[in-house]
């Protein structure tokens, strides 16, 4: 069973930037796809970035150009690199690890664009 903790949340200003990183335990996330997505006040969980075992990174649209996703398997450890933040951005950060029979989640992390 792996376990996920997210950290790096927090209120910052529009333009601004946050870094968000997620620990395992319990399990290497070597084997793992890993992603981030969130979810903000009455709209559904949304995928942010996946980046894959051999580090393939995928965006959606809303973030291209603006987040940057990582893994450092050494470490345990995903990180989420978001630049120029708009409000729209405001949501809860998950982090996620899954595999073709698995599916993991940490508890989020809130993260606030505002001024």
């Known amino acids: 069973q792996v376990q996920l903790v997210e950290s790096g949340g927090g209120l910052v200003q529009p333009g601004g930037s946050l870094r968000l990183s997620c620990v395992a335990s319990g399990g290497s996330i070597g084997i793992y796809g890993m992603a981030w997505y969130r979810q903000a006040p009455g709209k559904q969980r949304e995928l942010v970035a996946s980046?894959?075992?051999?580090?393939?990174?995928n965006y959606s649209d809303s973030v291209k150009g603006r987040f940057t996703i990582s893994r450092d398997n050494a470490k345990n450890t995903v990180s989420l690199q978001m630049n120029s933040l708009k409000p729209e951005d405001t949501a809860v950060y998950y982090c996620?690890?899954?595999?073709?029979?698995?599916?993991?989640w940490g508890q989020g992390t809130q993260v606030t664009v505002s001024s």
């Open positions: 996620n690890a899954h595999s073709f029979l698995t599916d993991y």
């Open positions: 980046i894959t075992t051999v580090s393939i990174t």
